[in-house]
């Protein structure tokens, strides 16, 4: 009785490798998130400019000036959406492999540190402005006393109720329109780095 094994196959099958999405032990990538910050920044002053340009050139034309305005405040909201999901997007790209839940917590970073950064740059222009405007108070004082000073009336004008209610109106728009698009820029961060995390990769 014979055997006659089977030949081997000279191929030998190589192993699957498998690159697993990484939860950092950190969790916080400030690196990518720093990234996602300047291009969040850049993104909202390339479209902040963008709609100023629209708005003045629509002004320029003689365009209602409330619809203008109404213009313009919706287009700062869809900006800031926008330029936000587009940092969160980066931010996730720049990372390696990551688990979605990892991309959404450097997101809401991304977005507080970007949020607090515009606020204290837009402070620094006002207070800029009011710096610039005391220092030169002492030079415009000394031209009104040389032209025989200024009539200041005794008394102050009455301000009407109806003024107030606008005012007062107005500013509680402005306040709920910012909170809502801070709410809605935060979605927005985490949607972008949640749709740009990395996938894991498989080498066969």
């Given amino acids: 009785m014979t055997y006659n094994p089977e030949p081997l196959s000279s191929e030998v099958a190589e192993p699957t490798i498998v690159n697993t999405a990484v939860n950092y032990h950190d969790r916080v990538r ?8 300047a291009i969040a920044l850049t993104g909202q002053l390339l479209l902040s400019a963008l ?3 629209i708005g003045l050139s629509a002004g320029a034309t003689g365009a209602d000036a409330g619809s203008v305005s109404l ?5 700062s909201i ?15 790209q720049s990372c390696g492999p990551m688990t979605k839940k990892t991309a959404i917590l450097n997101a809401a970073i991304l977005w507080g540190s970007t949020l607090a950064l515009s606020s204290w740059l837009l402070a620094s222009g006002i207070s800029g402005a009011a710096e610039a405007v005391a220092a030169n ?12 000073g200024v009539n200041i009336p005794n ?14 109106g107005n500013t509680a728009k402005a306040t709920w329109s910012f909170l809502l698009g801070s709410l809605l820029s935060l979605a927005a961060a985490m949607i972008g780095a949640a749709v740009g995390a990395r996938k894991p990769r498989v080498y066969i």
């Fill in 51 to 53: 709609g100023a340009a």
């Fill in 155 to 168: 008394q102050v004008q009455n301000v009407d109720p109806n003024q107030v209610r606008d005012i007062a």
């Fill in 30 to 37: 400030w690196g990518p998130v720093l990234a996602g910050i």
């Fill in 78 to 92: 869809v900006s800031l959406l926008i330029s936000l999901f587009l940092g969160g997007w980066v931010m996730a």
């Fill in 137 to 148: 108070a002492g030079e415009i004082a000394d031209r009104v006393q040389q032209q025989g």
């Fill in 71 to 75: 213009a313009v405040g919706i287009w």
